[in-house]
């Protein structure tokens, strides 16, 4: 599922969350992994998950698509994607 995008500056620190409540009620279930991915240049890092939410802190120095997949108790993998403007 598209996200919202983040608009940001060349190097700026910038600290993105997705709230997974919704999916996991609508599921009766929890998150019990996720993981980020960037397709752009930068750096992120700092993953922190409090299912149900999942949240990256990090600095873009290209647009790109930032990906968050997480993997639910009952076995589902759902995946949020954000475009990254600068």
């Known amino acids: ?12 620190t910038i600290k993105v969350s997705n709230q997974w ?8 279930t929890t998150i019990s992994s996720s993981a980020w991915t960037y397709s752009g240049t930068g750096t992120f890092s ?5 299912t149900p939410l999942a949240t990256i802190t990090g600095a873009a120095t290209s647009c790109g698509t930032l990906t968050n997949t997480v ?4 076995g589902e993998t759902l995946i949020a994607t954000r475009l990254v403007l600068l």
């Open 1 to 12: 599922m598209q996200r919202k995008t983040v608009y940001t500056t060349s190097g700026e």
């Open 21 to 28: 409540a919704a999916e996991c009620e609508k599921r009766g």
């Open 46 to 50: 700092g993953a922190v998950l409090a």
């Open 71 to 74: 993997t639910l108790a009952n």
